[in-house]
């Protein structure tokens, strides 16, 4: 323990990032400020905002649905037109 955060050893972190960014329970891939929150609450290690950072970093669903990578110039000619169906 260390000032009431449980330190966790080596074999397990990469299971305690997963339960504060990615669990349907206890995650919600909220992104790395609000896991870093959840995080600190309960557990400490050297380095663990840098591995948390690097975990939403290259997490699948963050990447894919992240408000920030919104149309842009770049990207926009990727969408693709549909017809309306009329009733």
């Given at each position: 323990w260390w000032r009431n955060q449980l330190c966790v050893p080596q074999p397990l972190r990469q299971q305690v990032i997963y339960e504060c960014h990615d669990s349907p329970l206890t995650g919600g891939h909220l992104g790395p400020d609000a896991t870093w929150s959840k995080f600190r609450e309960r557990y400490h290690w050297l380095g663990a905002y840098s591995a948390i950072q690097a975990w939403?970093?290259?997490?699948?669903?963050?990447?894919?649905?992240?408000?920030?990578?919104?149309?842009?110039?770049?990207?926009?000619?990727?969408?693709?037109?549909?017809?309306?169906?009329e009733v």
């Open positions: 939403v970093k290259t997490c699948q669903l963050c990447q894919q649905f992240n408000p920030s990578h919104g149309l842009t110039g770049d990207n926009i000619g990727n969408l693709i037109s549909v017809a309306i169906l």
